[in-house]
């Protein structure tokens, strides 16, 4: 049967499958699956990205979201291509295909033990990798295992992608980042890190300033000409407050590239390219959001200040106040010689 359906008899609840499963499971719905699988409670617990993430994000217990797992849209009608694929994976499975963990995470773009390019959809049709709503094999009652590899909307075989080998760059910031997961320690270019969530935390708000926001664009501009990178880049088709892993897996693995490179000689590579790029602090500061420390002297201290000038509407209460506290009518000129005395000269 369907996944959707199996979920729906097993929770008595329609909406069971609406959520992402394997990010997190209510604890109810953890007592029914240990009861009709007898499988320990605490080892469905640690199934879930939820209480296995500690690595690559902290998790505070204020929410059941974990960064970097890609969303895989079951609960809206909105296309998101939250799984990953490596045909020659799947065909090394056989007849008992399946899909790996560390393929949900947006910082994994490369298969490490074929060195090939992960694929995000369909290569047919385009369409996300699902199961909500599996293709049978033809003249079949049942379902079976290898249906799980068929794209669900035009039944092409992902066994049959065309794999494409990746560079050496991005085989290294990939096998970074996957020992960063999975040991939780590690080194990434100049840097040694003895709390990987750390590295995450600094690699998702460069990924975030270079490829998801706008304020990023000349420098995203600039590092894709000086590496030689070949990335269509259309700010108004990624929309706004886009979160790394929501992006497709080309944009992320431009992005990872950038990455790579800024860390080979950190902060000095990233120091340069904001330079030369006339990217300045402000653009990269946010009341709202927390920096790891390695990231800290780079982005406020080492990258310049944009030089502040007052708008009209500035000028005008300035000249304003003036007039009203010396009673007389003077010219901006006349205020900013005012400006400097009170404030450089007393």
């Not at 709390?195 to 975030?208: C, K, T, V, W």
Request: proline letters at 5%; aromatic letters at 16%.
């Amino acid at each position: 049967m369907k996944p959707s359906q199996l979920s729906t008899l097993i929770f008595e609840d329609q909406y069971a499958w609406k959520g992402d499963l394997d990010v997190f499971l209510p604890p109810s719905r953890v007592t029914i699956l240990s009861q009709k699988t007898g499988i320990d409670e605490e080892r469905i617990k640690n199934l879930t990205f939820y209480t296995s993430c500690n690595y690559f994000y902290h998790q505070t217990n204020r929410t059941t979201q974990v960064k970097w797992v890609m969303p895989l849209g079951v609960r809206t009608r909105k296309k998101s291509f939250g799984l990953q694929y490596c045909p020659c994976c799947l065909i090394e499975d056989g007849n008992q295909p399946y899909f790996r963990k560390n393929w949900r995470l947006g910082f994994i773009t490369c298969c490490l033990f074929h060195s090939v390019q992960l694929h995000d959809k369909c290569p047919k049709c385009y369409h996300p990798i699902g199961f909500k709503k599996p293709k049978k094999s033809d003249n079949k009652i049942l379902y079976h295992p290898v249906n799980m590899v068929h794209c669900s909307k035009c039944d092409f075989d992902l066994r049959h992608t065309k794999y494409k080998q990746v560079s050496k760059e991005e085989y290294e910031i990939n096998r970074i980042n996957f020992l960063q997961a999975t040991l939780g320690y590690g080194q990434a270019g100049n840097l040694e890190f003895n709390y990987s969530n750390l590295y995450f935390e600094g690699i998702r708000r460069l990924l975030s300033f270079l490829v998801c926001s706008p304020k990023g664009e000349s420098t995203f501009m600039f590092l894709r000409a000086e590496l030689g990178l070949y990335q269509p880049y259309h700010r108004e088709i990624l929309g706004h407050n886009i979160e790394p892993e929501r992006l497709d897996v080309r944009m992320r693995r431009t992005g990872l590239l950038m990455i790579y490179h800024l860390l080979q000689d950190w902060p000095e590579n990233f120091v340069e390219a904001c330079h030369k790029s006339n990217a300045t602090s402000h653009l990269i500061k946010s009341p709202y959001l927390e920096f790891p420390f390695w990231t800290s002297n780079a982005f406020f201290f080492r990258i310049r200040e944009k030089k502040y000038y007052s708008c009209e509407g500035e000028k005008k209460n300035i000249v304003e106040y003036f007039e009203k506290r010396l009673k007389k009518t003077i010219s901006l000129k006349q205020v900013t010689r005012l400006v400097h005395y009170y404030f450089f000269k007393r």
